[in-house]
């Protein structure tokens, strides 16, 4: 199994721009979560998804950001505009049920916003 | 609100020493608890789950014990290898909505 899948791996991009980050779970999980990371905060879980249905987006910071499920193996994370505050690592992770199972991290898109 | 401590936050151990690294959480009403490993600029990688029943639980040389209602797990690393060094999470998950709170995480270095 490849695993959870994130690309791109690495993004720059100016104040302003609209960033799109792109998910893909392992396949058969119908659970996925989008986490940031950052120094000051930790590891914060941004929203959750259960059978591509937003179940808990609590932890969406504002309106500028985002999130996407149209199918069972894809989900976009977007942040529009962006600011230089969004600079963090955005995980996505995924697994079985509902949510309450190993959950698998993919290796993160490390975003800087100049 | 969920909040999560870890201590130490940073350890230093020649290879070969066995070591606990310790969890506390603040609302025992859980489901379960992951302890997460994270390597350098990589994501991270679970290592053990607990179900709240349950009061440990054991891979290789890792033991993770579970006190739910005084809020505290453990990791227990056994025989350290330098190849264990990274910084280990615990997540305990409230159920709701299968939030996962993390801990700011013990950074493990073992040296030879």
């Known amino acids: 199994d490849a695993g959870v899948i994130q690309s791109p791996r690495h993004e720059v991009t100016e104040m302003g721009q609209e960033v799109t980050l792109r998910c893909k779970p392992i396949?058969?999980?119908?659970?996925l979560f989008w986490y940031r990371q950052t120094m000051m905060r930790g590891l914060e879980l941004l929203i959750y998804?259960?059978?591509?249905?937003?179940?808990?987006d609590s932890g969406m910071p504002e309106d500028r950001f985002s999130a996407k499920m149209p199918n069972a193996s894809f989900s976009t994370l977007k942040i529009q505009p962006s600011e230089p505050r969004d600079s963090a690592v955005y995980f996505c992770?995924?697994?079985f049920g509902q949510g309450q199972e190993t959950q698998y991290f993919g290796p993160g898109t490390r975003l800087l916003v100049l | 609100k969920q909040e999560v401590t870890q201590i130490p936050a940073a350890l230093s151990v020649p290879e070969g020493e066995n070591l606990v690294l310790n969890c506390s959480f603040t609302d025992s009403a859980i489901y379960n608890l992951q302890w997460f490993r994270q390597d350098p600029g990589k994501g991270l990688t679970s290592l053990l789950l607990?179900?709240?029943?349950?009061r440990e639980q054991t891979s290789g040389r890792l033991n993770a014990s579970l006190d739910k209602s005084s809020g505290r797990s453990t990791l227990y690393i056994a025989a350290s290898q330098p190849g264990d060094s990274a910084t280990y999470l615990c997540a305990p998950d409230t159920g709701t909505a299968s939030k996962l709170t993390f801990g700011t995480g013990t950074r493990l270095q073992v040296t030879l």
């Open positions: 396949s058969g999980h119908n659970s």
């Open positions: 607990i179900q709240s029943s349950q």
């Open positions: 992770a995924s697994s």
């Open positions: 998804f259960n059978n591509n249905v937003p179940i808990d």
